[in-house]
């Protein structure tokens, strides 16, 4: 063989010996080694940091939704119970009883039965005027107490019913509110 054919073929302790012979420096741990190890650190530092950080404000986005979220259901909870209110006036005004005073205080009368015309013109039912019902009377007022030793006399009340017989009162007479436009 020739010697470049058993250079080729040495084992692992063979070259080693022979590149101790030659002045190499012996295989061990290289001082580089612990310098590429710190870049990879700080990466794994910095990945965990960023993720923290990314955590900490999903976590104060969440509680500013929830804070949210709470706040606009009080103000449902609210803005519904006022619908409720309104809907309950809207309910008492539209009952019978109160449209009939409204319509008396307003100084509309009862309409008789109805009266159709037909496609052709022809009136059917019977044309009546509708009249005002009688109003109630009013009752008079009680009579104030007699004024005993120590008291006044009780003051007079303006705008109560005068009894029969005695003189009126000077003064504009009292007209029934009537909404503008109707």
């Known amino acids: 063989m020739t010697t470049a054919g058993k250079v080729a073929t040495l084992t692992r302790g063979q070259a080693a010996r022979i590149g101790r012979a030659l002045g190499a420096r012996p295989a061990g ?4 080694g612990q310098a590429a190890r710190m870049p990879f650190v700080l990466l794994v530092v910095a990945l965990l940091a960023g993720g923290l950080i990314s955590l900490l404000l999903l976590n104060s986005a969440l509680n500013e ?6 706040r606009l259901k009080k103000e449902t909870t609210a803005l519904t119970d006022e619908e409720q209110a309104l809907q309950r006036d809207v309910d008492a005004y539209s009952a019978p009883g ?5 319509a008396r205080e307003l100084g ?3 309409g008789g039965s109805p009266v159709f015309i037909g ?6 039912g019977s044309v009546s005027v509708a009249e005002a019902p009688p109003s109630p009377t009013p ?15 009780a003051p007079a009340v303006p705008n109560q019913s005068v009894p029969p017989g005695a003189p009126a009162a000077p003064g504009p007479t009292p ?5 503008a436009g109707r």
């Open 29 to 32: 741990p290289r001082p580089g």
């Open 65 to 70: 939704g929830s804070f949210q979220l709470s």
């Open 98 to 102: 109160a449209l009939q005073r409204r």
């Open 108 to 110: 509309l009368v009862p």
């Open 119 to 124: 496609p052709d013109g022809k009136v059917s």
């Open 139 to 153: 009752t008079p007022p009680p009579a104030p107490a007699q004024a005993g030793p120590g008291r006044s006399p």
């Open 175 to 179: 007209q029934p509110h009537q909404p």
